[in-house]
């Protein structure tokens, strides 16, 4: 493991606390591991709740789920456990209301809640949960988000266009890093995670029209693409109307990172294609079933732009992967 992908990993459960017990569980693990809170359900079950913190170099990260309940943060745990941090909350299932300086604010799935955990708040889950936490450090929030703390409490919402896409790419960003942070690159992931929340933070007070970041138009479009690759339809205009600029002014964007969003968009499509040919799962598929299944128009353009990428043709690809799972001894199965 690299310098940069040390982190530290935390979880914390529920299920086996007798029920009695869960309430004051949940809130010792948590004033330990992310903040200092007391929690409350009405749930004739109990609290049922499960976490995962990751404490990372700049920042710290938390995947929690549960039923129903209420977390506070009185001013007398404010006291006893101080903490100078800025909670940005998205909330991936249920809904929630928070309430801080006498707002009270309702959160749907979906929608991110940011806001100062160095003044009490009240934050309730009327329905089964679960959402993402980023911690970043108050002395750093500015610098990183480049929004002014008195704003805060700030929810920002779910706007059509970039808005949307926007808060759907920090989600897939997050579950996937959940799914496997041993492997991620630690620097990358927080430049990027930081780069969406500041671009979504910067879209709920200006509007998309006013980003003044090119970056949050080119991680939209990369996740447009990538949940329509198999689509023969997904051209370069129709990426840049999903996103909501010009055809122009979205190959300024791509020109940046170095490529045109056709060549993005073929290349994507390539990998993919190439994983599948390599994947056992897709042994008894066709060429041309692969071929299709990733948007090329005919087997022939398929077979000519994976020998141009890869130096071998599809079926070369194949029996090369092949024979190397017949040398594994558990036959790569």
Known sequence: MTASNVFTRTFGSTADIPVAKRLEYWDAYNA??????????LSQDGLQATTTNIALRDLCLADISGN?????????LVRKYPKESVFACQVVRGSAYFIQHQQCT?????????????????????????QFLIDIPVAAFGDRVGLDLARLPLKIGRRPGVGDML???????????????????QDEFVDRAGSLLEAMVDCEIHGASHSRSSMSYLL????YIASRLGEAELTPQAVADAVGVSLRHLSRVFAVDGQTVSAYIWAQRLARAHEDLVNPLYARATIGEIAFRWGFSSQAHFS????????ESPNGIREAAAAIRRLRPDGGE
């Open 32 to 41: 330990s591991a992310l903040v200092g809170l007391r929690c409350s359900s």
């Open 68 to 76: 129903d309940h209420v977390i506070e943060r009185s001013q007398a």
């Open 106 to 130: 309702l959160v749907d799935a979906g929608e991110t809640i940011v806001y100062d955990t160095r003044y009490p708040y009240l934050y309730g889950f009327l329905t089964e949960m679960r």
């Open 167 to 185: 808060g759907t790419t920090l989600n897939a960003t997050l579950d996937v890093y959940f799914r496997d942070p041993v492997t991620a690159n």
């Open 220 to 223: 939209t479009a990369r996740q």
């Open 304 to 311: 000519r732009a994976i020998r141009e990428r890869y130096g």
